[in-house]
């Protein structure tokens, strides 16, 4: 009875030992670098570095959404060549045209030829007629192109093309997410281009804070003053702000954000929206949608999207900032 005992004892022992031995080995890792032609920032815990596999699932993700890769998946669709559309772009295309849906179009992943026409920074503005903006709409909407359910793709008219810049970066936090935790993994923060998805809590022990800028008219994006710090568990992030593009034209502030539907900038009323949901893929594509929206139809459409928050910096009639924000939203303040 007594060697039983001991044996189940050190039996038990062995078993602790090597418990926290598995614990004393995980280590918060980061890796910084470039995708999409912007940064990212991916932090975790874990007991090895896994930046080879997260270089190799983004790097797939950009040979399948990257409008800019000479043989990507999406390029080849805008080319109108033969392609097999993978899961990334699948995934991306069908919730982006969900969202364009609930939104009555005004997320639009057709819209970059309006975009283009316009110029960056505006600097077509002046050659800008309706005739041209009339013109481009004929193969600007997201009903001009569907995807069936075996994966072939379908235009109305062959000029239609799409960019999912505004819904991929969000995607690419979830696909990443979706890495870590395929290795078992309960803590990290995965930030691409701004965006981020986060679970579990931070090297503190705290769950991941995240800050949002204060509106500042900076055309460089260089100059940062935080308007707030959130406090993120378990959840994803996007804002899309546009007082740092946008031009004045009779008095009035248009945003650097295009409306698919008028083929114009759209006026300023949200000069920042800030949205947190379940997944970072949703968050993104909300986020630039609000922007499009303004606020009060945005805030009739986030009461109709479960789990989804917003926080939204506007413009008083005297110049100041204001704020408006969801009612749950209070939840993720820092106190």
Not at 26 to 41: D, K, M, P
Request: proline share 3%.
């Amino acid at each position: 009875m007594q060697k039983h005992s001991y044996y189940l004892i050190l039996f038990t022992a062995l078993l602790l030992s090597c418990t926290s031995g598995s614990k004393r080995d995980y280590h918060y890792y980061q890796e910084l670098g470039e995708i999409f032609t912007t940064g990212y920032n991916i932090k975790y815990a874990y007991n090895r570095s896994l930046k080879e596999e997260i270089l190799s699932e983004l790097h797939e993700f950009d040979m399948s959404l990257n409008p800019f890769k000479e043989n990507s998946i999406i390029t080849k669709i805008n080319r109108n060549e033969p392609v097999e559309p993978d899961s990334f772009f699948l995934k991306v295309f069908r919730r982006a045209e969900e969202i364009s849906r609930t939104t009555s179009g005004k997320f639009d992943i057709t819209v970059s030829p309006l975009i283009n026409a316009w110029g960056f920074g505006f600097q077509n503005m002046d050659s800008i007629t309706p005739e041209i903006i009339d013109s481009l709409k004929e193969f600007v909407g997201y009903e001009k192109i569907s995807v069936s359910a075996e994966g072939n793709i379908t235009k109305t008219d062959p000029r239609v093309e799409i960019n999912t810049s505004a819904i991929a970066k969000g995607y690419a936090c979830d696909v990443v997410a979706d890495l870590l935790e395929s290795y078992g993994i309960e803590n990290y923060m995965v930030e691409i281009g701004g965006e981020v998805t986060a679970k579990g809590v931070n090297d503190k022990g705290e769950c991941w804070r995240i800050g949002v800028d204060k509106p500042i008219d900076d055309a460089t994006g260089m100059l940062h003053d935080l308007q707030t710090v959130l406090s993120l568990c378990d959840k994803s992030l996007a804002t899309s702000g546009n007082y740092r593009n946008y031009y004045i034209k009779d008095g009035k502030k248009y945003a650097h954000t295009i409306d698919p539907i008028t083929g114009y900038p759209s006026q300023l009323d949200i000069l920042g929206a800030t949205v947190i949901a379940d997944d970072c893929m949703t968050a993104d594509a909300y986020a630039t949608a609000f922007m499009v929206m303004g606020m009060e139809r945005s805030i009739e459409i986030a009461k109709e999207i479960p789990g989804l928050h917003y926080y939204f910096i506007y413009e008083k009639n005297d110049g100041s900032f204001g704020v408006e924000y969801s009612g749950d939203f209070e939840q993720f303040f820092i106190e």
